[in-house]
C-alpha cells in the first residue's frame, strides 16, 4: 500500500502541479528569448518559491526539496561537472587541441569522416562504461573543439558526441536506464539487451550515414590556420583522457576517474613545462585565489545552480505524488495495444521533460507501465525497450536535460 504524503498543497490535485506549470511557463519564456543557463536557474527557483506559497505543509515542503538534493545522482553529476572543467581547461589551455587538429587537418581527416569516429568512439565508450554523463565528460573537452576546427558544423559535433553517448546509456547492461527498465519490468537482462539491439544499432547505422553526409557541409573551418601552431610537448596532455578511460573500463568510479583525471592533468603539465604551480593556483594576497584550477571550478556555478534547482524540484514531486499521479492520468489514454504503446513512450518522455533525469521517468513510471502492458498483453521486453528507448530519444532533447545542459557547459568551458 503506497503512504499517504505528509505534504499537502491548497487546491487539491491542481495544486500539486503547481510548481511543475510555472517551471515549465519559465523554462518556455526562457527558450523563446534563447536564453542561457540562468534563464533556466530562473525557472527552477521560481517553481519552488511560488510552490511554497501554495502549500499546507511548510515542514514537510522544505524536507522535500532537501531530499531532492539528496540523491546519489545529484551529488555525483555535480562533482563530475566541476572535475571535468578542471581537466577541460587543463587540456585545452595546453595547446593540445591545436595540435590535434593541425594534424587531423593535414591528414584530411576533417568533416563527415571525423564526426563519424568520434561517434563511433562515444558509441563503443558508453557501452563499454554504461553512462553517458562520464562518456561526455570525457570526450567532450577534446573532440568536440578539434572538430569544430575540423571542419564540422558545432551542431553536428555535439549531436555526434551527445548520440554516442546516450547509445552506450540505452543499450549497455551495466547502464543504469537498462537496469531501471529491465528491473521495474521483471525482465531478464540478457534478453532484454538482446531484443533492444534491433531497436539501438539500425539508428546508430542512420546516425552514422547523416553525420557523413552533412556534418561538414555547413561547417567552418577545416583548413590550417596561422593560430593552429603544433606544441608536440601538449600531446602529453592526452594521458588525461586516457587514464580516465582506463579507469572507467575498469568500473571505477565517475568521481574518482575523473580525480586522478585531475590530478594527471597538473602532474603533466608541470613536468612538460605547459605550465607553472602558479598557472593553477596561485594565493595572491588580499583574499583572492586565482588559476586555472578556481576559475574552472568558478565557471561551472550557472549548471550547478541549475541542477540544485532541477533536483528540489523532482523531490516536491516526488513527495506530492505529482508523478505517479500524471503517470495514472495519462495511463487512460491506454485503450488498446497501440494506444498502450504511445502511452508508455509519451508518460516516460514527458516525465522526462519534468525532471531532466530519464532514469528518473523510468523508476517512478515502472510499477503503471508494468500494469498497463500486463493488461493489454504487451511483453515485458516490449515495454523495456520502449521505455528505455522512448526516454532516452525524447528526453534528452530539453534543454534542462542532463544530456544538454552537461554537453553544454563542457562545450562551452573550454572555448579560449
Known amino acids: 500500500m503506497e503512504r499517504e504524503s505528509k505534504l499537502q498543497f491548497r487546491l487539491g490535485d491542481f495544486g500539486k502541479f503547481v510548481p511543475i506549470i510555472v517551471a515549465v511557463a519559465f523554462l518556455v519564456y526562457a527558450g523563446i528569448h534563447q536564453s542561457n543557463a540562468n534563464g533556466y536557474i530562473i525557472a527552477f527557483f521560481m517553481a519552488i518559491i511560488v510552490g511554497a506559497v501554495f502549500t499546507k505543509t511548510p515542514d514537510a515542503y522544505g524536507e522535500a526539496c532537501v531530499k531532492g538534493l539528496t540523491k546519489p545522482i545529484f551529488t555525483i553529476i555535480t562533482m563530475a561537472i566541476m572535475l571535468a572543467a578542471v581537466c577541460g581547461k587543463m587540456v585545452s589551455g595546453s595547446g593540445l587541441i591545436q595540435t590535434l587538429a593541425y594534424y587531423v587537418i593535414e591528414a584530411k581527416f576533417t568533416g563527415g569522416m571525423f564526426a563519424v569516429c568520434a561517434f563511433v568512439i562515444c558509441c563503443i565508450l558508453s557501452f563499454s562504461t554504461g553512462t553517458s554523463v562520464g562518456t561526455n565528460m570525457i570526450t567532450f573537452p577534446i573532440l568536440f573543439p578539434v572538430g569544430v576546427l575540423a571542419g564540422v558544423h558545432p551542431a553536428f559535433m555535439a549531436g555526434a558526441l551527445v548520440s554516442g553517448a546516450i547509445f552506450g546509456d540505452n543499450l549497455a547492461p551495466i547502464s543504469d536506464t537498462t537496469i531501471a527498465s529491465a528491473g521495474t519490468q521483471n525482465a531478464e537482462m540478457g534478453n532484454v539487451v538482446r531484443t533492444r539491439m534491433w531497436y539501438s544499432l539500425p539508428v546508430a547505422g542512420i546516425t552514422i550515414i547523416i553525420l557523413f553526409l552533412f556534418a561538414g557541409s555547413a561547417g567552418r573551418g577545416g583548413e590550417i590556420t596561422a593560430d593552429m601552431v603544433p606544441d608536440n610537448r601538449s600531446l602529453i596532455m592526452l594521458l588525461v583522457p586516457v587514464s580516465i578511460i582506463i579507469l572507467c573500463f575498469r568500473q571505477i568510479h ?16 608541470l613536468v612538460s613545462g605547459i605550465y607553472k604551480l602558479s598557472d593553477i593556483f596561485t594565493f595572491p594576497g588580499g583574499f583572492k585565489v586565482e588559476g586555472i584550477f578556481v576559475t574552472s571550478i568558478n565557471g561551472t556555478v550557472s549548471t550547478i545552480f541549475m541542477l540544485f534547482g532541477i533536483f528540489c524540484v523532482i523531490g516536491i514531486m516526488e513527495e506530492a505524488g505529482v508523478i505517479r499521479l500524471a503517470g495514472e492520468k495519462m495511463s487512460r489514454f491506454a485503450r488498446n495495444v497501440q494506444m498502450t504503446e504511445v502511452t508508455i513512450v509519451g508518460s516516460i518522455a514527458v516525465l522526462s521533460w519534468l525532471t531532466g ?27 523495456a525497450n520502449l521505455m528505455d528507448c522512448g526516454g532516452l530519444a525524447l528526453g534528452s532533447i530539453v534543454p534542462w536535460s542532463v544530456h544538454a545542459i552537461i554537453p553544454m557547459q563542457l562545450a562551452t568551458a573550454n572555448v579560449d
Open 254 to 269: 565517475l568521481v574518482v576517474s575523473l580525480s586522478v583525471g585531475a590530478l594527471v592533468s597538473i602532474i603533466a603539465g
Open 357 to 383: 533525469v530519464v532514469t528518473v521517468a523510468i523508476v517512478s513510471l515502472g510499477e503503471i507501465v508494468a500494469e498497463m502492458g500486463e493488461a493489454a498483453g504487451i511483453n515485458k521486453y516490449r515495454r
